[in-house]
């Protein structure tokens, strides 16, 4: 599994120069343009999602995943490194980031920008939150790449994520309005509860998708 881990890292680190600009660009902008520390969020929602399809685009280079498939690997090993492979990532940019916006928040008022004020534990929040979010849906668009591959899969991906999106607001404006009401209260009055509930329920959901992708990936013929 190790080697599996490395192996995706590698392919990272590659991509890793111009995922780094794009990513911090984006951070510093929207603080800037916004005046708060919203561009933490923006940034760390882009992380998970832009290295899984970052990954996928190399899986279809060269048939790099069939060479993969033919190695002295086990399948389960090469699905679970992709999974810890942007776990992994998507937690360092985190970590990255909170420093970025750490220092836009302090630089930027210095230079006469005006920002917004706040407290560390709620930039911290707005970096780990969004990066569980999105992590469940690299969850729900994880086995469709499996199946499907990553050309053909970012179709189904599309569709499903578009799907979840429509029936979300649909329970949030019509169905269960008063459900979302009283989480957006729960949220508001236990801020750390809430956020380590939500974290541990992304990666509970992240760990199925693992297994569901590893049977998947398993009768797969690659």
Known sequence: MLASVKSELAIIRTMAPVLTVTIVFVCAFVCFGMGSYAGASAACAMVPILVMFSLLGYDDQNG??????????????????????IVVCSSVVS?????????????????????????TPEIFSACVAPTAIVLVLVAIAQPFSIKFGGSKGARYIGCALMFIGCLIYVASQF???????????????????????????????????????????EKKDV
Do not use: K, N
């Open 64 to 85: 790099w995943l069939r060479y993969r498939a033919a190695l002295p690997l086990a399948r389960r090993d090469i699905v679970v490194g992709r999974y810890l492979a």
């Open 95 to 119: 970590v990255a980031l909170f420093a970025v916006t750490m220092a836009c928040v302090l630089a930027f008022p210095a230079l006469g920008i005006e920002m917004e004020q706040t407290s």
């Open 175 to 217: 169905a269960m309005p008063e459900l979302f009401t009283d989480l957006e209260d729960l949220v508001s009055q236990h801020p750390v509860v809430s956020l380590i509930a939500l974290a541990v329920v992304s990666l509970a959901i992240y760990a199925a998708s693992c297994m569901l992708s590893i049977r998947i990936f």
